[in-house]
């Protein structure tokens, strides 16, 4: 963020009250497993030009004894407070900086010794809020013995330097943190707390588990489904941290209606995911990161199908976590089917379905493949598989595809490639990052059926890759909210999903990539120029100013607490 658009944010906010020191939890702070990390790791500068040594985040210590890139440890910093708090509260952290854009501080936090506290530490919520603990399970304790050690943590840090006279924010990710903002409630009422759920647990549940979420979300009682999909627990210390904290938060306006249904309480404030485009390459590099993706994901086709598909070749894309309906995939693997049957497709149309799977090994025989220099003309075993599976016989992607009898045969103008793996720049096989991967896609296709946010599409378009997703994803809500736009011609092509239009949508995604492949090299340009601008307005510097709102309802609510 330049001097100029710092002063431009500070200035939208300046009647508001703003917090001298902000500390922020979540179990993805230098953890990446989700897109709360996106959501964290993309907005720290932006707060970091602003708040400097003033911002902390706060995260879990389950690094310990093995190498973590993201976590640059500094033992000075705040050392007297870290001596402190081990001897004194029997706290153990660790303090440094985390490796991204700002390089903020980071406060790790082993939580292990708080498991002998366990039942206390609940009986302890429940008297204070509430909470019920007693039906917890999986990954319930793990999150609350964290959620509670960083409560405990900002509360020893609060009394060793600073005082009453600062304006202190502590904002909690999802219902993994909920404990702390609450024991924080309590024990330093000084502290305001916010609470941002970015997926309702039992949203997230009835969606998993087959059930209409959207007609019928009008008579879902959040207590009652919580009960009937075993999940009482993360429900409780979700709804109750919702209902205590000074201030309740939200990503989108699809999650809020959730949040107002199933959880009773509509959010304050609704903070929609912004975005930084600092690491998307520009000019001559762009081009030449785009051509040389374009070659390789032609070349690994080629190798594995034995095809000779050449640069005029139309190539799609979805990727995310593997939630085969919840993701759209499902509905993906349908379009491809209709678009593989129609008549009036002239290209060639190749698709990668870039999803993490519980994969084995990269292929062997691939891999020679790619390492020789001759043109092949037969295909391998398995087609359309890049990295063996442990589970194949079991594996949605290739059962689909196995019934909708999509082989890649030679005849076909459309094939699909499924890439089971984390594309990290170690995977075996392409070994590129995934965003050195994405910029060679012409179209991505998100056609989510449940998405609080949606980064992938987001993503997406800062890389000039125009993409169609679904008005059940909250970035397509807030794309439908711009003036002038115009759907794929203006980069982002956002379907009407609901919970009984899956063959509508199924259609309407071959429609769009017809559409599309009819387009010119010109009305491309354009296009890929249209969705980048798309990208520019879902920047941080835009999105920012909702959470300066956040900051002023909760230090607003926390003076009224103090003086009842």
Same mark, same amino acid.
């Given at each position: 963020?330049?001097?100029?658009?710092?002063?431009?944010?500070?200035?939208?906010?300046?009647?508001?009250?703003?917090?001298?020191?902000?500390?922020?939890?979540?179990?993805?702070?230098?953890?990446?497993?989700?897109?709360?990390?996106?959501?964290?790791?993309?907005?720290?500068?932006?707060?970091?030009?602003?708040?400097?040594?003033?911002?902390?985040?706060?995260?879990?210590?389950?690094?310990?004894?093995?190498?973590?890139?993201? /976590?640059?440890?500094?033992?000075?910093?705040?050392?007297?407070?870290?001596?402190?708090?081990?001897?004194?509260?029997?706290?153990? *952290?660790?303090?440094?900086?985390?490796?991204?854009?700002?390089?903020? $501080?980071?406060?790790?936090?082993?939580?292990?010794?708080?498991?002998? !506290?366990?039942?206390?530490?609940?009986?302890?919520? %429940?008297?204070?809020?509430?909470?019920?603990?007693?039906?917890? +399970?999986?990954?319930?304790?793990?999150?609350?013995?964290?959620?509670?050690?960083?409560?405990?943590?900002?509360?020893?840090?609060?009394?060793?330097?600073?005082?009453?006279?600062?304006?202190?924010?502590?904002?909690?990710?999802?219902?993994?943190?909920?404990?702390?903002?609450?024991?924080?409630?309590?024990? *330093?009422?000084?502290?305001?707390?916010?609470?941002?759920?970015?997926?309702?647990?039992?949203?997230?549940?009835?969606?998993?588990? @087959?059930?209409?979420?959207?007609?019928?979300?009008?008579?879902?009682?959040?207590? !009652?489904?919580?009960?009937?999909? @075993?999940?009482?627990?993360?429900?409780?210390?979700?709804? !109750?941290?919702?209902?205590?904290?000074?201030?309740?938060?939200?990503?989108?306006?699809?999650?809020?209606?959730?949040?107002?249904?199933?959880?009773?309480?509509?959010?304050?404030?609704?903070?929609?995911?912004?975005?930084?485009?600092?690491?998307?390459?520009?000019?001559?590099?762009?081009?030449?990161?785009?051509?040389?993706?374009?070659?390789?994901?032609?070349?690994?086709?080629?190798?594995?199908?034995?095809?000779?598909?050449?640069?005029?070749?139309?190539?799609?894309? $979805?990727?995310?976590?593997?939630?085969?309906?919840?993701?759209?995939?499902?509905?993906?693997?349908?379009?491809?089917?209709?678009?593989?049957?129609?008549?009036?497709?002239?290209?060639?149309?190749?698709?990668?379905?870039? =999803?993490?799977? %519980?994969?084995?090994?990269?292929?062997?025989?691939?891999?020679?493949?790619?390492?020789?220099?001759?043109?092949?003309? $037969?295909?391998?075993?398995?087609?359309?598989?890049?990295? %063996?599976?442990?589970?194949?016989?079991?594996?949605?992607?290739?059962?689909?595809?196995?019934?909708?009898?999509?082989?890649?045969?030679?005849?076909?103008?459309?094939?699909?490639?499924?890439?089971?793996?984390?594309?990290?720049?170690?995977?075996?096989? /392409? @070994?590129?990052?995934?965003?050195?991967?994405?910029?060679?896609?012409?179209?991505?296709?998100?056609?989510?059926?449940?998405?609080?946010?949606?980064?992938?599409?987001?993503?997406? =378009?800062?890389?000039?890759?125009?993409?169609?997703?679904?008005?059940?994803?909250?970035?397509?809500?807030?794309?439908?909210?711009?003036?002038?736009?115009?759907?794929?011609?203006?980069?982002?092509?956002?379907?009407?999903?609901?919970?009984? @239009?899956?063959?509508?949508?199924?259609?309407?995604?071959?429609?769009?990539?017809?559409?599309?492949?009819?387009?010119?090299?010109?009305?491309?340009?354009?296009?890929?120029?249209?969705?980048?601008?798309?990208?520019?307005?879902?920047?941080?510097?835009? /999105?920012?100013? +909702?959470?300066?709102?956040? +900051?002023?309802?909760?230090?607003?609510?926390?003076?009224?607490?103090?003086?009842?």
């Amino acid at each position: 963020m330049s001097q100029k658009e710092r002063f431009n944010v500070m200035n939208m906010v300046k009647d508001l009250l703003t917090p001298n020191y902000i500390f922020e939890s979540s179990w993805e702070v230098c953890n990446k497993v989700g897109g709360i990390y996106t959501v964290l790791s993309t907005r720290a500068n932006t707060l970091y030009n602003v708040f400097h040594e003033r911002l902390f985040f706060i995260g879990p210590d389950i690094w310990k004894g093995i190498d973590n890139p993201l /976590f640059i440890e500094c033992k000075e910093l705040h050392a007297d407070w870290k001596k402190h708090a081990l001897v004194n509260e029997q706290l153990s *952290v660790r303090l440094g900086r985390w490796n991204i854009p700002g390089s903020p $501080t980071v406060i790790l936090v082993d939580f292990q010794p708080f498991y002998a !506290q366990k039942d206390a530490i609940y009986a302890e919520m %429940w008297n204070l809020y509430q909470v019920d603990s007693l039906h917890g +399970y999986g990954d319930y304790d793990e999150a609350s013995m964290f959620s509670y050690a960083a409560g405990k943590v900002v509360e020893s840090f609060y009394r060793f330097n600073l005082s009453p006279e600062n304006k202190v924010i502590y904002q909690a990710h999802e219902w993994m943190t909920g404990m702390g903002a609450l024991y924080l409630q309590h024990a *330093v009422p000084e502290i305001a707390t916010i609470f941002t759920t970015h997926a309702t647990s039992i949203g997230r549940s009835i969606a998993g588990n @087959n059930k209409p979420l959207y007609d019928f979300l009008f008579a879902y009682n959040g207590d !009652q489904m919580a009960q009937e999909l @075993n999940m009482q627990s993360k429900h409780s210390i979700e709804k !109750q941290t919702a209902h205590a904290v000074d201030c309740f938060t939200t990503v989108s306006e699809i999650t809020n209606r959730e949040c107002k249904q199933l959880l009773q309480k509509e959010a304050d404030v609704v903070l929609m995911n912004g975005f930084e485009d600092d690491f998307v390459p520009q000019g001559a590099t762009f081009t030449g990161k785009r051509k040389r993706a374009r070659s390789l994901l032609l070349s690994v086709a080629n190798k594995l199908m034995g095809t000779k598909l050449d640069d005029s070749t139309l190539i799609l894309g $979805t990727s995310g976590r593997y939630e085969f309906k919840n993701k759209g995939i499902d509905v993906f693997l349908e379009s491809l089917n209709r678009l593989r049957c129609d008549k009036h497709l002239s290209r060639n149309v190749l698709a990668f379905i870039t =999803v993490p799977a %519980w994969v084995k090994e990269p292929r062997q025989d691939l891999k020679e493949r790619l390492l020789s220099k001759k043109t092949f003309d $037969t295909a391998l075993e398995y087609p359309f598989l890049t990295h %063996w599976l442990h589970n194949m016989e079991y594996d949605n992607v290739l059962g689909t595809l196995s019934r909708l009898g999509m082989q890649n045969a030679p005849e076909d103008k459309v094939k699909v490639i499924f890439v089971p793996c984390y594309l990290d720049g170690h995977d075996g096989i /392409f @070994n590129k990052d995934y965003y050195d991967i994405l910029l060679g896609e012409d179209l991505s296709i998100y056609p989510s059926y449940y998405e609080p946010w949606g980064y992938t599409p987001l993503e997406s =378009v800062a890389f000039k890759v125009p993409t169609i997703t679904t008005d059940l994803a909250g970035f397509g809500l807030w794309v439908n909210s711009l003036t002038d736009q115009n759907g794929i011609n203006d980069g982002v092509e956002v379907l009407h999903r609901s919970d009984s @239009n899956y063959c509508e949508v199924a259609e309407n995604i071959k429609e769009s990539i017809l559409f599309f492949s009819l387009k010119d090299s010109s009305e491309i340009k354009n296009i890929r120029k249209r969705a980048a601008n798309v990208a520019e307005q879902a920047l941080w510097k835009h /999105f920012i100013k +909702y959470y300066y709102s956040a +900051y002023d309802i909760a230090l607003s609510n926390a003076a009224k607490r103090l003086n009842e």
